[in-house]
């Protein structure tokens, strides 16, 4: 037999809808990033740990968060990645344009790190350590791509 | 041998959507609850073990979205993707192995977010059946039709299970589905899939629950009225076509094994509550006659002698998949230490729970509780 003869395949298209209850914590932190471009964290209050995005509990010092603080919107790159190979974005289900700039980022106030894009290209420009700046998009829908990217700050 | 107690529970409200809370917000509530009623902070729960289910969840390794809220960091955790009284079963061979004094088990899970048909869909075999768009509910619809014909059995009789749990479930504050119907109610509610009408299937279900086990010496040294764990079973079956649906074997064999541990020759007599993972009230009668309990579940139930099986109102009246079978284990250690509330069996000393996963309960798991 040929090789196509033994390899028939069944085809199974999948198409899941989901609708994720984004909770008490989720929905203030994306309201205040909505509503005023601003980024909150939640502290503990024993090691004072401010979490970004905020959540229930240290899962350190298993406390309740119940301590709401600004954080950002300036930060320090702890990572950092040009992302150049093509692929389909699972959000819109086209190819994301590449390159662009992807960073583990410490926001200022902050003791856990965002991931977000980065409005840079070029690995010669970026180094851990460099600051940024988040940019917020004019049109704000409760979500994380509210904000657009962050910027590299000149130093 | 080490025994292993279980020192507290909780469980949520079972609700068609907590649109409201995070699944972490979800499962830190049952947590939080557990620890304030036993006394036991975070720090000395040793190990955890999760249950819950990708497909649902609509995220894999589903147990890591929750391991700050269930208190697992630095810790050894491990999820069961599997019905929620298995999780259960892997925290009691936690600590039986002697690694572990208090092992934390908790399952959540929220239909609301996805596709239930859908999810429910994916078990089954992508060659043959997928293509037929065969779900949970069509493969409980040929096994009820099965069930009835080879045991004589009519609409009447089987309805008569769904009359029981939603009056009984009128005394469960966590019930979701709670009411006086009647036999003709029951069978005048929309037809799902033929035999089952609506009030005979579960609902669809968000909830999470929690409980926290512990070895026989630390249980003795945090409560005087502690509630062993004496049996345990599980069995699984072949796959739903390759066996004879009316039978229950896997159920048999796995009871067979819990009875066996738990010393108990007369399971009639010597059970005094039955909690069951009935999510279709043919199921009741299958497992009823199953366990051992009463050779005719039809006259035990039509002459109201069947009220010490799911008090709670059971899965008919609130199921979230995987949390389902862990709250059968909490319900009957509810009636055990006496807080069961207006559900209460007075005098209940020796309880069973029922577990039940895969299509048509090709998985089974029975355990045995007991106050001393």
Redesign the interface.
């Known amino acids: 037999m040929s090789r196509e003869e033994t390899t028939l395949r069944?085809p199974?298209l999948?198409d899941?809808?989901?609708?994720?209850?984004?909770?008490?914590?989720?929905r203030r932190f994306f309201t205040e990033l909505r509503d005023h471009a601003r980024l909150m964290g939640a502290r503990c209050p024993e090691c004072e740990r401010v979490y970004v995005p905020p959540?229930?509990?240290?899962?350190?010092c298993?406390r309740e968060l119940h301590e709401w603080v600004e954080v950002g919107p300036e930060g320090t790159i702890v990572g950092w990645t040009v992302v150049r190979l093509p692929f389909i974005d699972p959000m819109t289900g086209e190819q994301r344009p590449v390159p662009y700039g992807f960073a583990i980022i410490r926001l200022d106030g902050a003791s856990t790190s965002l991931y977000h894009f980065l409005d840079e290209t070029d690995e010669r420009k970026i180094r851990v350590g460099q600051r940024v700046r988040a940019v917020f998009r004019e049109k704000r829908e409760g979500s994380l791509r509210d904000i657009l990217h962050f910027r590299l700050l000149e130093e | 041998m080490r025994r292993v107690a279980i020192l507290g529970a909780a469980q949520t409200r079972f609700e068609a959507c907590?649109?409201?809370?995070?699944?972490?917000?979800l499962v830190?509530g049952v947590v939080r609850e557990v620890l304030d009623r036993t006394g036991v902070?975070?720090?000395e729960i040793e190990s955890m073990v999760t249950a819950s289910q990708d497909a649902y969840d609509?995220k894999t390794i589903s147990g890591m979205a929750i391991?700050?809220?269930v208190?697992a960091?630095l810790k050894s955790e491990a999820k069961v993707a599997a019905d929620g009284l298995q999780a259960l079963l892997y925290g009691v061979a936690r600590i039986l192995s002697g690694e572990f004094d208090l092992t934390l088990v908790v399952a959540h899970c929220?239909e609301?977010?996805?596709?239930p048909a859908?999810?429910t869909g994916?078990m089954f075999d992508?060659?043959v059946q997928?293509?037929l768009h065969l779900d949970e509910l069509t493969a409980a619809a040929l096994q009820a039709r099965r069930y009835c014909r080879k045991k004589g059995l009519t609409p009447e009789d089987v309805a008569l299970v769904s009359v029981k749990a939603h009056r009984q479930a009128l005394k469960n504050p966590y019930a979701q589905r709670a009411g006086t119907f009647s036999v003709s109610d029951v069978l005048a509610s929309p037809l799902l899939a033929d035999p089952i009408h609506e009030l005979e299937a579960a609902p669809r279900s968000d909830g999470a629950c929690a409980l926290l086990l512990a070895s026989e010496a630390r249980a003795r040294a945090l409560t005087d009225r502690p509630v062993f764990i004496v049996g345990v079973g599980n069995c699984t079956d072949a796959y739903w076509t390759e066996r004879d649906l009316a039978e229950a074997g896997a159920l048999q064999e796995a009871a067979r094994r819990a009875y066996a541990m738990a010393g108990i020759r007369e399971p009639a007599r010597e059970i005094h509550v039955a909690e069951i993972s009935a999510r279709y009230a043919h199921e009741e009668l299958m497992a009823i006659e199953a366990l051992g309990l009463h050779p005719n579940p039809v006259e035990l139930i039509a002459e109201g002698r069947a009220e010490f099986i799911n008090p709670s109102g059971g899965p008919l009246c609130g199921n979230p998949p995987t949390v389902s079978g862990l709250v059968r284990a909490i319900e009957a250690y509810a009636q055990l230490s006496g807080e069961a509330g207006a559900r209460q069996i007075e005098g209940a000393r020796t309880a069973l729970a029922h577990g039940a996963g895969g299509i048509c309960g090709q998985n089974q798991t029975v355990v045995i509780l007991r106050r001393e």
Do not use: T
């Open positions: 069944v199974f999948l899941m809808e989901y609708r994720y209850a984004v909770g008490q914590y989720g959540r229930p509990v240290c899962g350190i298993y | 907590k649109a409201s809370l995070a699944y972490n917000e830190y902070p975070m720090r609509g391991n700050e809220v208190g960091y929220k609301s977010e996805g596709d859908a999810i994916l992508p060659f997928r293509p």
